[in-house]
């Protein structure tokens, strides 16, 4: 019987507290896979979908399983009024979201940047689902606090790809939309002077 004790694997990538830790590496199945040293083990996704590999409801994500109803309930309706999402499916996707932001981490650091752009685009649409469907107030709010984050995080990865691809005005205007978006949503949150104070 093989083991399962992962202490073969941990013992040769020592975790550095100092710095995020990833690598590539095959899997048993033949595919490439992001590995992100932890302090107490390792996390392994998925480079394409869903980080975890699962299809919920035969979808790529939550996420899109919920874009797919709301479109549905769109066209049978001409309009979004009614489409709900309650507090146990905006928990669902809030913690798919927490998987999502773990590979970006992890493509970050390897310098994927298009991964990077096309994994918080993902999440942002994550937040804008809930803050427009969810059926509590809480469940709307809940995930806006990191809005600020993933729009800086994204914004990164667009202007750092843009300066791979020797693009600089590209990669500029990537920062002009982003710190406009960060305006804007300090504005709309009845806050407008954190723009100045935010870290993003």
Partial sequence: MASLDLR?????????SSQISVRKIVGDDGTIKIQMRLDLGVL??????????????????????????????????GTELGFELTAEECAALREEAVQYYHRYLAEFVLEDF??????????????????????????????????PYITMMRAQAMARQALKDNEPKAALNAIDDALESLRQYFAESGQPDLFEQSGE
């Avoid at 941990?10 to 550095?16: A, G, I, P, Q």
Wanted: proline share 3%; net charge negative; charged share 35%.
């Fill in 8 to 16: 073969r694997i941990l013992v040769d990538w020592e975790h550095e």
């Fill in 44 to 77: 392994q996704m998925e480079l394409a979908g869903r980080p975890d590999g699962k299809k919920p409801h035969g979808c790529e994500s939550l996420l899109a399983h919920h874009e797919k109803r709301l479109a549905r309930h769109l066209q049978k309706n």
């Fill in 114 to 147: 298009e991964a990077v752009e096309s994994d918080t685009a993902r999440n942002l649409r994550v937040l804008d689902l809930c803050a427009g469907h969810a059926e509590t107030e809480s469940d709307r709010e809940a995930l806006e606090q990191f809005r």
